[in-house]
């Protein structure tokens, strides 16, 4: 009795309370007075409260544990949370494991490198970051534990890449879970809400739609029923759209027929400058085509101040001529990918007369499709590429 009354418990009747097992029992009198008595919730019931609430009272960080605890999700969600990459938080939207022993298919975008002490990181952001570096002139560091990366000190972590293949993910169309690793085909050729097209797009149709109901649209399409006349101009412009195409194509096959060609292979070496603010630039050793030296260089961003803080990257180059000569030499240049490189680029054919007193061209954006091809190539140790010289003779 006193010591209840020490701890401020007045109201609880303790004298039908015999035995300790009679009163957690709560049987009879003593029962409802300690489950019900004028100073506030009984002993149980406050028990279980404190059980199933968090404590109000309690710091940040308990409290938010307590929650967590008590909404414990799905297997997949916190698989979710462990294989994420440290540096954005994500994963792959297309993460698909397709090597074996004999075979090895090499998927850079979907690929996950770990740092020498584990930490995770996906194929776009770990090309980011050694690119980062590249243009700050610091050596690439983990962004969890601070330890040296490369493409020689990490490697790919096939049992992630695999685990996380087998992890659902939403269609954008029909919204249902899928593997990551049939996800895509499910959304280019199963998905029944996936956005398709008129098979009369060709003749001008411009209807674009679910699947399920293109065979509807296709038999109250009214282009298969277009006089002749109407479908000359919608033609014609595809003709025009055509023939830009096949410009290109042609002019290098135009090139081929001339007399002197000559291509190499070229390997840009990163460089600064001696500036206060140094700035990277990329230049090839000297290298003979058609009997004449010549030397590549190449800038990101046209030499902004600082490209490593913009997302959009590009590279331009610029071919020199280095020996003398006595007359006027033209020539169409093009640069292409090297023969044990993966990245993209769009051939597109330069033209130029050089001279000695006009051996330089004019920085020339290099074709590449977008900013991660550029930072594939900012990340390599090297830019390996190969260049084709048209000499133009009259």
Not at 230 to 236: A, K, S, V, W
Not at 307 to 315: E, V, Y
Not at 323 to 336: P, R, T, V
Request: proline share 6%; charged share 25%.
């Amino acid at each position: 009795m006193s010591s209840l009354e020490d701890r401020g418990e007045v109201g609880v009747p303790v004298a039908t309370a015999p035995s300790s097992s009679s009163a957690g029992l709560g049987v009879g009198a003593a029962g409802a007075g300690l489950e019900a008595g004028p100073g506030g919730p009984g002993v149980q019931g406050g028990q279980e409260q404190a059980d199933q609430e968090p404590d109000p009272d309690a710091p940040p960080k308990k409290r938010v544990r307590l929650l967590q605890e008590g909404e414990a999700g799905k297997l997949e969600e916190r698989l979710y949370a462990v294989l994420c990459c440290t540096v954005c938080l994500d994963l792959p939207k297309a993460s698909v494991y397709q090597t074996d022993c004999n075979v090895r298919v090499d998927l850079p975008m979907s690929s996950f490198y770990q740092c020498t002490n584990g930490h995770l990181m996906c194929a776009g952001c770990f090309i980011h970051l050694l690119a980062d570096a590249r243009l700050k002139e610091e050596q690439a560091t983990c962004p969890n534990c601070r330890c040296e990366i490369s493409k020689s000190l990490c490697c790919r972590n096939l049992a992630v890449e695999k685990a996380v293949s087998e992890l659902p993910f939403e269609c954008n169309f029909c919204l249902k879970q899928f593997p990551r690793s049939v996800l895509e085909r499910h959304q280019k050729e199963e998905c029944q809400d996936r956005v398709t097209v008129c098979k009369y797009k060709r003749i001008g149709c411009p209807w674009k739609g679910p699947f399920h109901e293109l065979t509807v649209h296709e038999a109250e399409c009214c282009h298969p029923t277009k006089t002749g006349n109407e479908l000359m101009g919608i033609l014609d412009e595809m003709d025009q759209s055509h023939r830009k195409e096949m410009q290109l194509y042609n002019g290098i096959f135009s090139l081929l027929c001339f007399e002197k060609i000559g291509f190499t292979e070229v390997q840009f070496r990163p460089y600064r400058t001696d500036d206060f603010i140094t700035r990277l630039y990329y230049e090839t050793p000297r290298f003979t085509v058609l009997n004449q030296t010549w030397v590549l260089k190449a800038r990101v961003n046209d030499s902004e101040r600082n490209p490593n803080l913009s997302c959009k990257r590009t590279l331009s180059f610029q071919l020199i001529l280095k020996s003398k000569i006595n007359s006027a030499l033209e020539c169409s240049y093009l640069l292409l990918k090297g023969p044990y490189d993966d990245v993209k680029i769009k051939p597109v054919i330069y033209h130029y007369v050089f001279s000695n007193d006009a051996n330089e061209t004019d920085y020339m954006p290099l074709p590449i499709i977008d900013s991660i091809e550029c930072n594939k190539l900012l990340a390599a140790k090297n830019i390996n590429l190969r260049l084709f010289i048209f000499q133009i003779q009259k």
